[in-house]
């Protein structure tokens, strides 16, 4: 299709425009990353931007000696495995529900869910909860209270509705259950709505800091968003330094470590392994939205 000169024109500022956007909101998280592997007294003098002025690998030598770090890092795995397993699974089985119209009260669950997203307990209330369910300090506290998107349900839900209904009917007159049916046809045809949700689940649980800053009090349960946390309000070469002997002989040898790029190093740490999983499920990305968000 031929575009004339003022549409030409316009896809040309467009793309100037996103070009610009993608530039504003990867820079920052690009400098963090050039710190991260400068040395951290040579970053003190500044004009450190797009590339490591003085390369070095010292900052997440000394924080990978950190061994709260390593136990929070597998802790926020495990979290976020389990989580997005658990969420992804209960989720989708309610969604299934929630899309048969034969279903008694249906447009009154509905109703409550939503009612779910709009208005809560408030934290005392939560806490209190958590508290009388034996949850605190506990590694489920990190799962359990997460395992229901009400968003996701609809999404999901939606995307359920649209399935030809002579799948389940073929289904039904072999013999299948309703399980077998939600098993064996519903979610293997469902893959890019649940790899979509799993995405968005798995991102939530990696990077939520506030449920261990509430609920944990144990270093050893700590998710590594919430000790980054505490990290970045307090001195972390001190806090690293009288947590392993080895980094403190290292950094009384080497004075070029800083705050700042140890800090730098941290975060690298805490965000590079869930931006790698993008590449992997972002083919699912509008596929599975666009066709959760259609309307039934």
Request: charged fraction near 10%.
């Amino acid at each position: 299709m031929r575009l004339s000169p003022g549409d030409k024109i316009l896809q040309r500022t467009i793309y100037i425009l996103l070009t610009l956007l993608a530039v504003i909101m990867l820079y920052p998280f690009w400098n963090s990353l050039v710190i991260s592997f400068n040395q951290g007294s040579d970053t003190a003098l500044g004009g450190v931007t797009l590339w490591p002025r003085v390369f070095t690998l010292e900052n997440y030598y000394i924080v990978f000696q950190d061994k709260r770090l390593l136990n929070s890092f597998w802790v926020t795995i495990l979290r976020t495995l389990c989580g997005t397993v658990l969420s992804v699974f209960f989720t989708a089985l309610l969604a299934y529900g929630m899309s048969k119209k034969a279903l008694l009260f249906r447009k009154h669950y509905m109703v409550f869910f939503i009612v779910t997203m709009f208005f809560s307990g408030g934290l005392i209330p939560t806490y209190m909860l958590i508290r009388s369910l034996g949850m605190l300090d506990t590694f489920w506290v990190l799962v359990i209270p997460g395992i229901i998107s009400v968003y996701n349900m609809i999404v999901i839900r939606t995307f359920f509705a649209a399935l030809p209904e002579g799948l389940e009917e073929s289904a039904k007159i072999d013999g299948c259950s309703n399980y077998g049916i939600f098993f064996k046809i519903v979610i293997p045809v469902s893959g890019p709505v649940l790899a979509t949700i799993a995405l968005f689940t798995a991102v939530g649980h990696w990077n939520d800091w506030f449920t261990g800053a509430i609920y944990i009090t144990t270093d050893h349960l700590l998710p590594i968003q919430t000790l980054l946390r505490q990290i970045m309000n307090s001195n972390i070469m001190t806090d690293i330094a009288s947590s392993n002997a080895i980094a403190l002989d290292h950094m009384n040898r080497n004075r070029t470590i800083t705050t700042k790029s140890l800090t730098m190093a941290t975060m690298m740490i805490a965000t590079i392994p869930i931006i790698l999983t993008y590449p992997f499920l972002q083919k699912y990305f509008v596929k599975g939205v666009l066709i959760g968000s259609l309307k039934e």
